[in-house]
């Protein structure tokens, strides 16, 4: 990425749209939409200090929702370029409301609330689509209940909570303890502004509140308005802090994820969905429980699957290495359903094929490995380009040339084209970036000509 960023033949236009194109292989004209990030890339120095103060918090989507951004932020740390973006649907400014504390922040004076979109006419000889997948929403499998029982998550989720740099710093605390967590962070807010008002009393009559209470209660003070108010005070304040007790007595006893499940096939392999494998799947379960049982070694894993397809080089043996080292169980079988057990675990039922038994098992914590969808912009994109998709939602190719769509000078590389890892994922890059420059060398000999 660093050196793409740095490559003298390369323009990288991130945060851009591409809107329409005309002409044909060797002379298109792409119209592309440069998005305002109300943020100077040339000033900006992406030191981050406009988003220590920016008091706006939304939903983290690079962490699937698991932590939470600034609404200005960047995308992820390291990304090029290294510059801050505004987030034109959450920023207060933006939406009417005064505030601006970014742009007084910003020693750089890269803020620019005035920034508009920009269309940019690019003249190239070929395109090439690289524009990857979604995962599959497994909510649209209800027997798993994705979206009813907590520790039931996607393995993109899963990777997220892994991540050193994800909401967690790598620890797998699991979402309902993390619920609780947030709920606690809330209700220990509240209750620091209710001391701040019983503390005005307290000085005032220079009595604990607690105390007093008990006195009132008596009907010692009876008849006494400010006393009757600081009593009021007082209960709203016990339900605050009863509750908010009862939390962190319960959050004594929250562990890490120790015993996981992985669901393979979500999707993938089913006719309701995608009939076909998403290919990468399966290793992916078995990387993410070997760096599970890295980060913790009492960490245990259960994968469950049709057939585990470890298919590449050296795949069958990590395959093998995560089950003799890194505590991991294959198991042959569907599963039926998932419902909740105690303490919030994810219960897992399950056709154990090999024994021909219905079994169930409760888990820590349930990764589901969803299939690789189309990118939901898909149908967009291939308006715009005038090239078809197949009937899975990904770029029609030809069957003789895999990277050529169904328009002359357009090529596909990646999950773009199809489910596939990131070193098939590479090479077909190369092989698209091959035939983008056959068409440009074409069309040059044809002008020389
Ligand atoms: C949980 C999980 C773990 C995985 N782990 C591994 C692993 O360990 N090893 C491995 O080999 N593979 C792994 N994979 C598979 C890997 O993610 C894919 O092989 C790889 O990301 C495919 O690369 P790509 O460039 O084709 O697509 P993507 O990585 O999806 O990249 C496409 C890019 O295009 C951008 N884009 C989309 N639409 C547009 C548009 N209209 N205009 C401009 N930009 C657009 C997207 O924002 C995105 O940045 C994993 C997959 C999952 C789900
Ligand atoms: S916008 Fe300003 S404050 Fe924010 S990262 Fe860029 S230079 Fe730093
Ligand atoms: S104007 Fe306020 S809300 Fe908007 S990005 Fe700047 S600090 Fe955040």
């Known amino acids: 990425m660093l050196d793409v ?6 323009e990288l236009m991130a945060y851009c749209e591409v809107e329409g194109l005309e002409g044909e292989a060797g002379d298109f004209r792409v ?3 440069k998005k305002a990030r109300y943020v100077d890339e040339a000033k900006c120095t992406g030191c981050g200090a406009c988003t220590e103060k920016c008091p706006t918090v939304v939903p983290d989507a690079f962490n699937e929702g698991l932590g939470e951004r600034r609404a200005i932020y960047s995308w992820f740390a390291q990304g090029i370029p290294s510059t801050h973006t505004i987030d034109p649907d959450h920023c207060r400014q933006l939406n009417g409301k005064k505030c601006g504390i ?10 620019n609330f005035e920034q508009k979109d920009t269309l940019v006419e690019l003249n190239v000889g070929a395109v090439v689509v690289a524009t990857g997948y979604e995962v599959f929403d497994p909510s649209r499998i209800p027997e798993y209940q994705y979206q009813q029982i907590p520790n039931v998550v996607t393995a993109i989720e899963f990777e997220r909570l892994l991540s050193a740099s994800g909401p967690t710093g790598g620890h797998l605390d699991r979402p309902s303890d993390l619920a609780v967590e947030a709920e606690i962070e809330a209700l220990e807010k509240k209750a620091k502004k209710g001391q701040k008002m019983l503390d005005k009393f307290e000085q005032k009559y220079e009595t ?3 105390q007093f209470y008990e006195a009132f209660l008596k009907g010692a003070y009876d008849g006494d308005e400010d006393r009757k108010k600081w009593a009021q005070k007082y209960e709203a304040q016990l339900e605050i802090t009863r509750p908010l007790e009862a939390l962190k007595k319960k959050a004594e006893g929250f562990d890490a994820a120790k015993k996981l499940a992985f669901i393979q096939c979500v999707g993938s392999r089913d006719f309701r969905f995608y009939p076909f494998c998403s290919g990468y799947c399966c290793m992916h379960s078995i990387k993410e429980a070997i760096i599970a049982h890295e980060h913790e070694p009492q960490t245990t894993s259960t994968i469950f699957g049709m057939d585990i397809r470890a298919v590449g080089k050296g795949f069958e043996e990590y395959k093998i290495r995560g089950g003799n080292q890194s505590g991991v169980r294959y198991v042959r079988g569907r599963v039926a359903e998932i419902v909740e057990g105690e303490n919030h675990n994810p219960v897992v039922v399950y056709e154990d094929t090999r024994e021909q038994k219905v079994k169930s098992e409760a888990f820590d914590m349930v990764i589901l490995a969803t299939a690789c969808a ?7 994109l291939a308006s715009v380009l005038s090239i078809e ?23 596909v590389c990646g999950c773009a084209h199809g489910p596939m890892d990131i070193p098939e994922s590479v090479a077909q890059a190369s092989g698209a970036a091959s035939r983008a420059a056959q068409v440009l060398i074409g069309s040059e000999l044809r002008k020389a000509s």
């Not at 197949?390 to 000078?409: E, L, S, V």
């Open 208 to 210: 604990p509140s607690a």
């Open 5 to 10: 960023g740095r490559h003298p033949n390369i």
């Open 389 to 411: 998709i197949n009937r899975f939602g990904f770029f029609q190719t030809d069957p003789a040339r895999p990277m050529d769509c169904t328009r002359p000078g357009i090529f």
């Open 102 to 111: 970014c742009a007084k922040t910003c020693q750089a004076e890269a803020i």
């Open 31 to 33: 119209s592309v939409r």
């Open 374 to 380: 189309p990118n939901k912009g898909v149908a967009e």
